[in-house]
């Protein structure tokens, strides 16, 4: 089974800062199958990146995916009061499909 | 528009049975292996269970090996989780998810499953 840690736990920026998230694998997770996801309370996970870098249909140039092998990286370049939530990493590219335990960005 | 809408949830008893649904459209269906992935209340997501394409092959998390069957009719584009001898600890939103070679994860809106007596 593939681990994948995020790092930070929790996030404390204030609103126009750069967020950066760490998903990291214990074994080598193909890129095609790599994604990052946003939850807030009370919703379904909405997919904010797939194959590690591709944006999500809708989801603006504000997110970007970046990474490989083991080390994937969410960033946020400005941070807006709609985007402190709750991110997730998740590799489906084998079986058992595993998630982050997730880092929450919360506000400074 | 691609839709996944699942339903079937509920409140059941411990060691009873409940059968949950996910209707597809907007995509091909029969070209997608389909997922289960759940999210107890206050907890990250957990996948559940797998199945390919064609329902060929099945795949499930150790958690719910057993008790548990993933299936799907593609003549329907419905896809089903048959959950038996249930436990607290299944209580949780049940959300279906679709995926297929080089396309974006496809999730539905989730199902919320309450195991309590």
């Known amino acids: 089974e593939i681990v994948l840690t995020q790092s930070p736990g929790t996030l404390s920026l204030s609103p126009g800062e750069r967020a950066t998230l760490s998903c990291r694998a214990s074994?080598?997770?193909?890129?095609?199958?790599l994604a990052w996801y946003q939850q807030k309370p009370g919703q379904a996970p909405r997919l904010l990146i797939y194959g590690a870098s591709s944006r999500a249909t809708g989801i603006p140039d504000k997110f970007s995916g970046s990474g490989s092998g083991t080390d994937f990286t969410l960033t946020i370049s400005r941070l807006e009061p709609e985007d402190f939530a709750v991110y997730f990493c998740q590799q489906y590219g084998s079986s058992p499909w595993t998630f982050g335990q997730g880092t929450k960005v919360e506000i400074k | 528009q691609v839709q996944l809408v699942e339903s079937g949830g509920g409140v059941v008893q411990p060691g009873r049975s409940l059968r949950l649904s996910c209707v597809a459209s907007?995509?091909?269906?029969?070209?997608?292996?389909m997922s289960w992935v759940r999210q107890a209340p206050g907890k990250g997501l957990e996948w559940v269970a797998l199945i390919s394409y064609d329902g060929s092959k099945e795949y499930y998390a150790d958690s719910v090996k057993g008790p548990f069957t993933i299936s799907r009719d593609n003549s329907k584009n419905t896809l089903y989780l048959q959950m038996n001898s249930l436990r607290a600890e299944d209580t949780a939103v049940y959300y279906c998810v679709g995926v297929g070679g080089g396309t974006p994860p496809y999730w539905g809106q989730g199902t919320l499953v309450t195991v309590s007596s």
């Open positions: 907007g995509f091909t269906f029969s070209s997608y292996g």
């Open positions: 074994q080598s997770v193909s890129s095609l199958y």
